[in-house]
């Protein structure tokens, strides 16, 4: 799998951890659900699940505009992250880190824009 490099450490992107599993199960499913949603707050459950097996999940808050993506798509980014994390805990992309590529660069903007 592709990895990215953030800071000196190697993160799988979401896409590629998709990938794999898709390559890996092909009749799996990633399930996700909004847990909470208010006042430019989210949160995502992800759920894999294999032959019908409940396999892991992940979850996953962001908050709008919270970074330049957030601004316009926090929900789709948290669904994203969601998903990585599940697949992180199944065992995908994780050489290095459960938090994907997306997950810690969004992370670390977050921090410099705090500082």
């Given at each position: ?32 659900q ?18 019908g ?54 992370a ?8």
């Open positions: 799998m592709k990895s990215v490099d953030i800071k000196g450490k190697q993160y799988i992107m979401v896409n590629e951890r998709i990938k794999e599993f898709r390559k890996q199960h092909p009749n799996g499913q990633i399930l996700t909004v847990m909470a949603n208010a006042d430019g707050q989210v949160m995502f459950q992800a759920k894999v699940i294999v032959d097996v409940l396999v892991a999940t992940g979850h996953a808050y962001e908050k709008e505009a919270s970074s330049f993506i957030n601004k316009t798509s926090y929900i789709e980014n948290c669904e994203t992250s969601a998903i990585g994390r599940a697949l992180g805990v199944y065992g995908i992309g994780i050489d290095a880190s459960i938090a994907s590529a997306e997950e810690v660069g969004n670390v903007k977050q921090q410099e824009d705090f500082l």
